[in-house]
């Protein structure tokens, strides 16, 4: 489910996923690495966020539609 969910986000979305929270930079440490403001850093790890729980929850819902009741 991650796997598929995480490939569905733009590639920067997946970057600052990445580098925030399976390397654990900071968001200067982010912000530094790409060269973008601070800013940018957060709101792309915040919109990348959100986007992977909706990729989630749409997963989640189609596993769940998919299911027939006994």
Do not use: C, N
């Amino acid at each position: 489910e991650l796997e598929r969910g995480f490939a569905r986000l733009p590639v920067d979305q997946r970057t600052v996923l990445v580098l925030h929270h399976y390397v654990g930079y900071s968001f200067p440490e982010i912000a530094e690495t790409l060269g973008i403001p601070v800013g940018t850093a957060k709101s792309r790890v915040h919109r990348a966020a959100s986007a992977m729980r909706a990729a989630l929850t749409a997963d989640a819902r189609t596993t769940t539609e998919g299911r027939t009741s006994a």
